[in-house]
């Protein structure tokens, strides 16, 4: 994804019409997916671990660009929250447009968007940009405009975006940072984790 030159603009939408923009690790992901790259790809060439602080030093972007370049990840493996993805595919349904907006490198992110099938535009880490906190937020509102999109987080990380947002979804939340995200934008939704004990001690 190249960062588009767009000039911000106020694009006011009532919560629940306009864009709903989701994030993808520790939101969409119940993991982050550049450890799930890195575990893959250590785990396959176990030689490359030295290179990581060399990739590390030309910047957070390009770290990203080759461990994901070079990982082999299965995105049909992943822990998508499935509650979330429930939710989603009810606003696709209706008409709602969905936007995949992810620090994640643009190589997964793609994968993962077609992986699933229900999203309209995805946009991701490329080039120099790390679309993470306050970037992600310029670049909503240079896209949508202030007010412009409803935004799905999860972590401190996404009160910037939440600023900027019609609405807020809010996954997973400790209490502070559910109160956090109410004094930047209304909620519209809250997903509480309900871990999945059987099949979690299966696995084991």
């Known amino acids: 994804m190249v960062k588009e030159e767009l000039s911000a603009k106020e694009g006011k939408s009532e919560p629940g019409h306009g864009p709903l923009c989701v994030d993808l690790d520790g939101t969409l992901l119940r993991s982050d997916s550049l450890y799930e790259a890195l575990f893959d790809l250590v785990r396959r060439k176990l030689y490359l671990i030295f290179f990581l602080p060399f990739w590390l030093r030309l910047g957070k972007a390009y770290f990203k660009r080759r461990v994901y370049e070079l990982s082999d990840l299965d995105v049909s493996r992943l822990p998508y929250r499935e509650e979330l993805l429930t939710a989603l595919k009810a606003e696709k349904a209706r008409g709602r447009r969905l936007i995949l907006v992810t620090g994640c ?12 099938g229900f999203f309209d535009e995805t946009f991701a880490t490329a080039g120099t940009l790390n679309l993470v906190g306050e970037a992600k937020a310029d670049f909503l509102v240079q896209r949508f405009g ?15 975006v939440w600023k900027q947002a019609a609405s807020a979804w809010v996954v997973s939340p400790k209490r502070s940072l559910l109160a956090a995200a109410e004094r930047c934008a209304p909620i519209a939704k809250s997903f509480q984790e309900h871990p999945a004990w059987l099949p979690v001690l299966a696995k084991a």
Do not use: P, Q, T
């Open 105 to 116: 490198h643009h190589v997964l992110a793609r994968k993962i968007a077609e992986h699933l």
């Open 146 to 160: 202030v007010r412009g999109f409803d935004y799905v987080g999860n972590s401190r990380a996404d009160l910037e």
